[in-house]
């Protein structure tokens, strides 16, 4: 009995969830925080993801088909809205698409210390680009000139005779002068512009540059990695399979 008091009396001091889950499951302590950085664990019903939570009498529950293993880094694709400055409280279990087949778990911390990717065009609408993981974001960023990047843009205006090829080649911007890129009419008021290294604000000036007004942009693809059917506002989890 004096035991069993005592163990008792040890329950009410508070200790951090790794701690006190490597007891209760048996298992070391690193696995412990695998097992709640990974989304496994409950305490009094709700899922706690930091291993330093404080617990006493709480009760705690390992979910079934747990395993301690450490997760991979995720990226998240987002149809950013025309109009709207990006937020973070855009990303969340809300509005995750609901063809997403990546079969990740939604996680607390995939949407904490998130890494931006090639910011649209200003005034832009369309794909963004989130990760958590370094190789992304390297190659992103070291590879940016070399990574061809799709837009499909309203314009209103007259187009000159020779102003689609102008748009392909020979126009300048800032004195110097734009290598070859692949514009195409989508239809009557859209156009399409597949180029690579695109310098800011340089679909306004090459529209600009040839006698058309720019109405409305939107990012449709990232090098191999397309928005696709991707909603408005919503976002999903680059598939394993999936390369920039």
């Known amino acids: 009995m004096a035991a069993y008091v005592f163990k008792k009396y040890l329950m009410t001091i508070p200790v951090r969830l790794a701690k006190r889950l490597a007891e209760l499951v048996s298992c ?33 529950e390992l979910l079934p088909n747990a395993k301690p293993i450490a997760l991979e880094p995720v990226t998240i694709l987002f149809h950013q809205p025309a109009d709207v400055d990006f937020t973070p409280s ?64 309203e314009v209103a205006g007259e187009l000159p005779p020779d102003g689609l090829k102008l748009l392909n080649h020979g126009l300048f911007i800032n004195g110097k ?18 180029l690579k290294g695109i310098q800011p604000g340089q679909i306004t000036h090459m ?20 928005m696709a059917k991707l909603q408005i506002g919503q976002w999903r989890y680059l598939l ?5």
């Open 207 to 226: 529209c600009k540059s040839v006698g058309l007004e720019v109405l409305a942009m939107k990012r449709l693809r990232i090098g191999r990695v397309s």
């Open 177 to 194: 002068a734009l290598p070859p890129v692949k514009v195409s009419w989508q239809n009557e008021i859209r156009l399409r512009f597949a």
């Open 28 to 60: 070391s302590r690193r696995e412990a925080e695998l097992y709640i950085t990974g989304g496994w664990v409950m305490v009094d019903g709700q899922v706690v993801e930091e291993p330093q939570f404080m617990v006493s009498q709480q009760k705690i």
């Open 240 to 244: 394993g399979y999936e390369r920039f």
């Open 90 to 153: 855009m990303l969340s279990a809300n509005t995750r698409a609901a063809d997403d087949h990546s079969g990740i778990r939604i996680l607390k911390h995939h949407f904490a210390h998130l890494t931006q990717c090639l910011p649209l065009e200003t005034n832009a609408s369309g794909l963004l680009v989130f990760t958590l993981d370094f190789r992304v974001a390297r190659k992103l960023t070291d590879d940016a000139s070399t990574i061809e990047q799709e837009y499909v843009v």
